[in-house]
Nanobody, 115 residues
Framework: QVQLVESGGGLVQPGGSLRLSCAASGTIIGIYVMNWYRQAPGKQRELVALITSTDATNYADSVKGRFTISRDNAKTTVNLQMNSLKPEDTAVYYC?????????WGQGTQVTVSL
């Protein structure tokens, strides 16, 4: 089993920055992908960024150049550095681990970008 706990959400003004963290615990082995998704009210959940077990990364076009996904040396925490935030980045952000055909989700953390 894998447990994921997100932190770091909050309220920020447009142009500001936030750093989200996802702490993973449990059995994480082999090939896996850790993802950040977000879901805005009335919209479908969308993939924001991912990092693989071999440290490859990918980003949604809407966040390229503004968001950076990274992992600590122990590979148990994945971070999402969000810069130049826009009101349209407002959403609940979820951490996801895809491993051996299974998906694990965190509880989500709210990010609100507003004056």
């Amino acid at each position: 089993q894998v447990q994921l706990v997100e932190s770091g959400g909050g309220l920020v003004q447009p142009g500001g920055s936030l750093r989200l963290s996802c702490a993973a615990s449990g059995t994480i082995i082999g090939i896996y992908v850790m993802n950040w998704y977000r879901q805005a009210p009335g919209k479908q959940r969308e993939l924001v960024a991912l990092i693989t077990s071999t440290d490859a990364t990918n980003y949604a076009d809407s966040v390229k150049g503004r968001f950076t996904i990274s992992r600590d040396n122990a590979k148990t925490t994945v971070n999402l550095q969000m810069n130049s935030l826009k009101p349209e980045d407002t959403a609940v952000y979820y951490c996801n681990l895809a491993q051996l055909g299974k998906d694990y989700w965190g509880q989500g953390t709210q990010v609100t970008v507003s004056l």
